[in-house]
């Protein structure tokens, strides 16, 4: 498992362990409508479309605008082939932020995700995930898909999941935890797989 795969498996036990209200979640509650404003749809896509535009920008997802008020804040994640390697993805990146800087003004922090390359076997595994996720009325995408090999016969799966605007944040862990069940019955190679649901206002 590489450093990042092992934070996002970090990442989605702390969420899960920080479910029951808490200090932390009940502050970010109150500072999610505050920094995450639902920004119009136009913006939305104007903002998909300039990092877009960017070669080796392949797709963009979790895109957020910060309102300060005097400022804007976006940050995005930018979908980069991993074959580049690291400094020529770091460099389109760092052309998408200089790009959507000179459209929006304010500050831009676009994150890299690196794309696996679709071999056969890959394709086989998404196919399988695709099926099992035809049983989630309530979810309609989901990105950073990363199919990692413990060995050829136990694999493990992360892939963060984006619902429908109407599911309430308190239902995320449930819904992950269904979607593992039911990948698990999917797919039978499987040591664990580990799903996160995008936050609101980040499209
Ligand atoms: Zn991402």
Known sequence: MSYNDKLKAERVLRERTEANETPYTHGRKAILPLLGQAPSRDTIKKIRLTAKSVEGVEDVHEIIVHDYGSMYLISLHAEIPERLGPAEMHEIAERSERKLREIFGGEVVCHTDPLMERTPEIQ?????????????????????????????????????????????????????????????????????????????YAY
């Open 124 to 200: 086989a595994i998404e196919d399988r995930f695709n099926s099992a996720l035809k049983t989630f009325p309530q979810i309609v995408g989901y990105h950073d898909f990363r199919v990692i090999a413990e060995s050829p016969e136990r694999i493990i799966i992360v892939a963060d999941i984006d619902v429908t605007e109407d599911v309430a944040e308190s239902e995320f862990i449930d819904i992950a935890k269904d979607l593992e069940a039911r990948v698990e019955k999917e797919i039978q190679n499987l040591a664990y797989c580990s799903f996160y649901i995008t936050p609101k």
